[in-house]
């Protein structure tokens, strides 16, 4: 059975643009995810986990509703998900003595997936056309299609 599926995509250039906003502010929300995470248990010991997390995404989508509440609730889990997966393989390394390699904050270049789970929509309701990009698992490589093309 095949559980997912490669688009090529040929964008226009404000699909091009609300592809990138996309994957930014997806990319930020990573990297305080990871920020809020790091700093809970420096200061106060406390291990911060993804239902936490997922739970105050409500609060964070309501105060900033033209960053990080113009995308799908889904997808932004999604992306607290694969955060979430990267610690527990990091004490797995560990245990088994190899290169640790603890989670990392994601620069531009570093950060270029974003899913949407089955049935979610985009979410952004300026740019409905980007709902054509809708099962893009590799947004970064749409993206420099794109710009080769151009």
Not at 41 to 48: D, N
Not at 85 to 95: G, L, S, T
Not at 108 to 117: A, I, N, Y
Request: contains cysteine.
């Amino acid at each position: 059975m095949r559980r997912s599926f490669r688009f090529v995509l040929r964008p226009t250039a404000r699909q091009v643009a609300a592809l990138a906003a996309c994957l930014e502010d997806h990319r930020q929300l990573y990297n305080a995810a990871l920020e809020h995470r790091r700093a809970a248990y420096a200061k106060a010991g406390v291990s911060i986990r993804y239902g936490d997390q997922s739970a105050e995404l409500k609060h964070i989508r309501g105060d900033d509703p033209d960053g990080q509440g113009r995308w799908s609730f889904s997808s932004q889990q999604a992306t607290l998900r694969r955060l979430d997966k990267a610690f527990p393989a990091f004490f797995d390394r560990v245990k088994v003595a190899r290169t640790p390699g603890f989670p990392r904050f994601k620069g531009r270049g570093r950060f270029d997936t974003v899913e949407w789970p089955k049935d979610a929509t985009c979410g952004h309701t300026a740019h409905a056309d980007v709902n054509a990009a809708i099962n893009i698992l590799r947004a970064g490589l749409a993206l420099r299609q794109a710009a080769q093309a151009a």
